[in-house]
Structures are given as C-alpha cells and as structure tokens.
C-alpha cells in the first residue's frame, strides 16, 4: 500500500514539473518576443505574436518526456545535458519542419533562436530551484534500499544525503528502488538477490563491478541468438574524431576569453612586480604528449631566495616532509609571495599557461602536467595513457578536490578522464572550475 501510495507522489511530481516547464516556456516565448520587438528595433519589423509560436512547446514538452526528464532522477548536471539535448533537437526538429513546410516567410527564424536560447537558460534555473522546494517534503523523496560493502554504502549514503536534487531518501523497509553494487557478490549472487528484488519493485539499479568505466558512453551490443549483450568499450580522448572534436571546442574557448585573459595578465603582473622583486613569470618543465618536455608557464608565487626559505623552514617543522611525499604539496609554504597566496588561492597562477595552449603544448581541460621528477611515482602502465593526451590548464581532479587528494587519487582520476571522455564533461569541467576559483576550495 506505500508503495503505491509512493508511486501516485511520483506522479504528481511529474505533473508538477511538466506544468512548471509549460509555463517557463510560455515565458521564454514572451521574453523573445520582448526582445525581438523592443530591443532589436533596427531590423525589420516583427509582425508576429508569441501565440502564434506556442505549438513549439508542445515539440519541446514531447521530447522531454522523449528523454525521460519527468520519469528518472537523474543528478544535476545529467538533468542538464538532456535538457540541453532535448532543447536542441527540438530546434533542429522545428527549423526542419518550418524549412519542408514552406512556411519559413510565415516564421522568423531569429525568434525562435532567440526563444531557445532563453529556454537554455530559464528551464535548467526552474527546475533547480522547483526541486529544492519540492524535496524538501519526504512525500516527494524515493525511498531507496542499498546492498553493498561498509565502504560503498558510505559512499552513496554520503551522496544521498548531500545530493539533494536526486530526491532520494535512505530506506530499509518499504523501499521504492533498490541499488546494488556488484562489487560485493559473485555472479550467482547477484543474480539472485536481483531476481528475489524484482517480486518487490519495478525500479533496480545495478553498479557495474568495475569502476574506472563509465558504461553510460559504453554501446551495448546484443547477441540474441545465445542470449548475451556485450559492452563495446574505447579509450575516448584517444579516438580521433573526439581529439578533433576537442581541440575545434577548445580553440573556440581559448579565444573568446584571450581579450578577458590578456586584461587580467596586465593586472596581475603590475601586482607581483609591486609585492617582491623578480619576474613577473616563471616556468618549469613539464611532462607534454608523448612524455615530451617543455616549458610550462605560471605567475611566480615565491620569492626569489626560495630554497634558502624553504631549508631554514623544514629543519623547523620536519612534519611537512612527509606531507610533501603525500600530497605533493606543503601545508604552509613560507615561501610564497602575498600575492602569490592569492594567485595559488584562485588558481590565476596558472593563467599564463593560455600562451602554451596558443602553442600547441597544453589544452585547456585535461590531465595535470605532471613534473619529469614525477614520472616514476606515476607508474610506467598509467604514463602509457596519461601521457598519451596534452596536459590541460584544469581537470577532473582539480574540480574534484584539488590539492586535498592524495597523488595516487589525482593520476586515477586523469585516467578516467581519458577512458570516459565526453564533450559535456569537459562543459562541466569548465563550468565547475568556475566556481572552485571563485570559492577556493581545496587552494593552498
């Protein structure tokens, strides 16, 4: 009877959010008609209204629901890459269907790029903020039952408890979806406890055994004859139409913030050679593609007598030894300028690192350059991929923890990076490194 009783708040969510995203878009069809009438004044004359464009909601609702928006949780940024998705096929489907109707003159195409783009950006924001509100009642949660080791069941407790946009709550009995991790049974078991499931929700989530997979990018092949499926699984970033998918993406990047770039450098510069005295730059060598050196560019953070600090400084406080072997990093570094503490903070320490993107050396999302002294902790095995790819400005790992992760978790991460590689994660990647400069977290 609960369950049932939890299914009908399923519902009800969906018919939430389905009326939610109705009425964002009617919104987004005025505001591009506001903006098509009063601000673009200096082309010709719109003639019509946002009624006549409101069938291009139902086109966008359908493929919503087309992308199981309203029927899967899924987390944040998955909800937004098929929001995204479906917002792009349904412009692709009605420029079409306008194109092959010969009603383009009854049309204008700058409206409905205009209404779009506003729904790339209003839809994602509602549902945010719609969600917050919603899961905060228990009704609306999904209960879910975990079957894994003490380790694992840490892992996505924490994540339960802290992900509040999946609505999910941790339930023992009376459960609405069960997660299982593969990790902690043998074949015939797991096969069992899914069959034994089955009889008490429609709803199982199975964690492949391996990890450092993402099998969502994976391409199940199905061999029906003796009843089996098979993954079909690639090193991504080592595909070349990906590599060439990647540069054109970041090249594009790369030279819509150059003008913002070269603002900043000429700032930043006048501060450092104002605070100590030096060069403004300083350059070390790095690990490139294919276990290439070169030289790689950062703002000097320290003073000029370093190692004479820094000597003076260990025999004070020998426990710093052991944290460098750690995480490759001093707790207190004495010998880092006051501005150099800020530019390490916000990571604008690495901003010159733009001039080895312009030659060819870096990209702006990847591995971390890795020092040549560095190359034996790596591993031989790891470098064969790691150093497969250019080194980039920012990663996987420095969103995921920064200078707080061990060594050995930073070239894991890297590694996945390779493996799992997607346009949308380097989007993500991008848009997450935003906000831990801005909020410094993990910065020393």
Not at 66 to 86: G, L, P
Request: charged fraction near 25%; include cysteine; proline fraction near 2%.
């Amino acid at each position: 009877m609960k369950q049932r009783t939890s299914h009908l708040w399923e519902y009800f969510l969906a018919l939430i959010l389905i009326t939610l995203d109705y009425f964002v878009l009617l919104l987004a069809l005025y505001i591009a008609s506001f903006v098509r009438t009063d601000f673009l004044t200096q082309l010709p004359a719109f003639h019509g209204s946002a009624h006549e464009y409101s069938w291009m909601i139902l086109v966008v609702l359908f493929l919503f629901i087309y992308e199981k928006i309203y029927t899967k949780r899924y987390d944040y940024w998955s909800d937004i890459n098929k929001i995204f998705q479906a917002l792009l096929y349904s412009f692709m489907t009605i420029l079409t269907f306008i194109t092959l109707s010969k009603a383009s003159h009854d049309y204008s195409r700058l409206f409905i790029v205009i209404f779009f783009l506003v729904a790339l950006v209003l839809v994602p924001l509602a549902k945010r903020i719609t969600k917050e509100l919603l899961f905060r009642f228990d009704f609306f949660k999904l209960r879910v039952k975990i079957l894994a080791d003490e380790e694992k069941y840490e892992i996505f407790k924490q994540e339960i408890e802290k992900n509040w946009y999946l609505g999910y709550k941790i339930a023992e009995q009376n459960f609405d979806m069960v997660l299982i991790s593969s990790k902690k049974y043998t074949a015939q078991e797991l096969e069992k406890i899914i069959s034994a499931y089955t009889h008490q929700t429609k709803d199982i989530y199975v964690l492949p055994y391996i990890e450092t997979i993402d099998f969502s990018h994976a391409q199940m092949i199905s061999y029906s004859n003796i009843r089996l499926s098979a993954f079909y699984i690639e090193n991504r970033l080592l595909n070349l139409k990906n590599i060439f998918i990647k540069y054109i993406f970041e090249r594009f990047l790369v030279l819509l913030l150059l003008p913002l770039v070269l603002f900043v450098h000429a700032i930043i510069v006048i501060l450092i050679k104002r605070d100590s005295h030096g060069n403004a730059l300083f350059k070390q060598k790095r690990l490139g593609k294919n276990s290439k050196l070169f030289e790689c560019y950062k703002y000097r953070s320290m003073y000029e007598n370093s190692d004479t600090i820094l000597k003076k400084y260990l025999q004070e406080n020998p426990q710093e030894i052991e944290n460098y072997k750690i995480f490759h990093k001093y707790k207190s570094d004495p010998r880092v300028t006051k501005v150099g503490k800020f530019l390490r903070a916000t990571s604008l320490d690495e901003l010159p690192q733009f001039y080895n993107i312009l030659k060819g050396e870096m990209n702006l999302i990847g591995p971390r350059p890795y020092m040549s002294q560095e190359s034996q902790k790596i591993g031989s095995h790891n470098q064969e991929l790691i150093l497969k790819v250019a080194p980039g400005i920012t990663g996987l790992w420095q969103v995921s923890g920064r200078n707080d992760l061990p060594f050995d978790q930073r070239v894991g991460l890297d590694i996945w990076y390779i493996r799992n590689w997607s346009l949308w994660m380097d989007f993500v990647i991008f848009l997450k490194t935003i906000k831990v400069v801005l909020s410094k977290v993990g910065a020393r």
